[in-house]
């Protein structure tokens, strides 16, 4: 395994897909938690120390409210942890601030709200420089990418 995603309740499994999405368009191996800061402290501790060991080398985070899944699994590893805040309320500003406000010196990186596609490319991106084929792969991504975009917009657009 290389990525954990984990997030605090099954409802945002719709909102977390884009990270699973972009980690198999890359094949990088991943795999899915739900669980809780709040409600199962001892278990997220234990999730942690597991995925160091079986060789996790990123962790995307999904929280929304308070927000406090990411920075709590912040300050139990050193692996990077990515936050992406959820829209359960005040149209997700308030998880957005939370991640973003980490006290030093314990970051936590943050995509925009609700962007768990992001935070995927993200991790992609950072096993990029361990990574050569992956590393490859990400260029052809962004070359197509280009290739792509000046396709479609070659002729201009109707206005």
Same mark, same amino acid.
Do not use: W
């Given at each position: 395994?290389? *990525?954990?995603?984990?997030?605090?309740?099954?409802?945002?499994?719709?909102?977390?897909?884009?990270?699973?999405?972009?980690?198999?368009?890359?094949?990088?191996? !991943?795999?899915?938690?739900?669980? &809780?800061?709040?409600? /199962? $402290?001892?278990?997220?501790?234990?999730? @942690?120390? #597991? =995925? #160091?060991?079986?060789?996790?080398? *990123? =962790?995307?985070?999904?929280?929304?409210?308070?927000?406090?899944? %990411?920075?709590?699994?912040?300050?139990?590893?050193?692996? %990077?942890?990515?936050? *992406? %805040?959820?829209?359960?309320?005040?149209?997700? !500003?308030?998880?957005?601030?939370?991640?973003?406000?980490? $006290?030093?010196? /314990? $970051?936590?990186?943050?995509?925009? /709200?609700?962007?768990?596609?992001?935070?995927?490319?993200?991790?992609?991106? @950072?096993? &990029?420089?361990? !990574? %050569?084929?992956?590393? #490859?792969?990400?260029?052809?991504?962004?070359?197509?990418?280009? #290739?792509?975009? /000046?396709?479609?917009?070659?002729?201009? *657009?109707?206005?």
């Amino acid at each position: 395994m290389k *990525v954990a995603i984990i997030f605090g309740s099954k409802s945002d499994i719709d909102k977390m897909k884009g990270a699973a999405n972009i980690l198999k368009e890359f094949y990088v191996e !991943y795999k899915a938690y739900v669980l &809780s800061a709040h409600r /199962i $402290p001892e278990r997220l501790s234990q999730t @942690i120390r #597991e =995925i #160091e060991k079986d060789g996790c080398e *990123v =962790i995307i985070a999904g929280a929304g409210l308070a927000a406090h899944l %990411p920075g709590v699994i912040a300050s139990q590893t050193i692996l %990077p942890v990515i936050g *992406v %805040p959820i829209n359960a309320a005040l149209q997700g !500003y308030d998880s957005l601030l939370s991640m973003v406000q980490m $006290p030093k010196p /314990i $970051p936590v990186a943050v995509v925009g /709200i609700n962007n768990s596609y992001n935070a995927g490319m993200l991790a992609v991106q @950072i096993l &990029s420089l361990k !990574y %050569p084929e992956l590393k #490859e792969n990400l260029i052809k991504y962004r070359e197509n990418m280009k #290739e792509k975009f /000046i396709k479609e917009n070659a002729e201009g *657009v109707e206005l």
